[in-house]
């Protein structure tokens, strides 16, 4: 599964070449995802201006002034770039079309989503309860270690709860206790406070290097 750095490399690779373009068009190949593409997707989207291409957790936002493009890149899932008379192939799901360019869904396991809302994205139900993005304003070594008190799951897991930190999944969790110097079984409630700050610590470093391996 893509991590957050992963993420928000994809992010950082597409946007450049989407924002501030018109949709003209989308193509659903198989709406059967993890779940279904709304079919009305099409005409909800196309003639929408991307203004903005952001990030929440795992989630990318493709923001447009009458609503917002919620996409998920499950287990196995990647954007491209690709000319629009390239032909797809057996797992290119989806693609939205700009006039001289079209953006990709690739994904062979079908656990990737995209939905489509004019609410406020951050009021979607896949959005609305997760936490803090690592190191936001409210994320910090403090942060973790106030929430953790009298819990008795272990670190990996607390750290990888989406309601205590958006985004560390796996991989991200096991670098970055690695990095800090701390057990993946060591029981949150029992770690100190300069243990968390070494924690929020490593969890920031690798996501400003935007990779897993420091």
């Known amino acids: 599964m893509p991590e957050l750095p992963e993420v928000e490399t ?12 018109s949709v003209s068009g989308v193509i659903v190949r198989n709406p059967n995802l993890r779940w279904p593409v ?6 909800e989207l196309t003639g929408q201006t991307i203004t903005a291409v952001e990030r929440r957790a ?28 390239t032909a797809p192939g057996k797992h290119d799901h989806i693609d939205i079309l700009f006039q ?19 609410r406020p994205p951050e009021a979607h139900k896949l959005l ?10 409210v994320f910090s070594g403090a942060y973790l270690y106030r929430l953790s008190r009298g819990r008795k799951v272990a670190v990996k897991q607390f750290i990888m709860n989406s309601h205590v930190v958006a985004g560390v999944g796996n991989i991200y969790a096991n670098e ?15 770690l100190s406070l300069a243990r968390y700050e070494a924690l929020a610590a490593a969890v920031d470093k690798l996501r400003r290097d935007g990779r897993l391996v420091a």
């Open 58 to 85: 795992k989630y990318l936002l493709l923001r447009t002034g009458q609503g917002t493009a919620i996409l998920h890149l499950g287990m196995s899932g990647s954007l491209r770039i690709v000319d629009p008379g």
């Open 100 to 118: 001289d360019r079209a953006l990709r869904l690739t994904d062979p396991r079908r656990f990737g989503s995209l939905h489509w809302t004019r």
């Open 176 to 190: 970055s206790l690695f990095h800090a110097r701390i057990n993946p079984r060591a029981q949150a409630g029992r």
């Open 38 to 43: 709304s079919r009305r997707l099409a005409a």
């Open 10 to 21: 994809t992010r950082r690779g597409i946007s450049p070449h989407i924002s501030g373009r």
């Open 128 to 137: 609305r309860d997760l936490g803090p993005e690592p190191l936001g304003p």
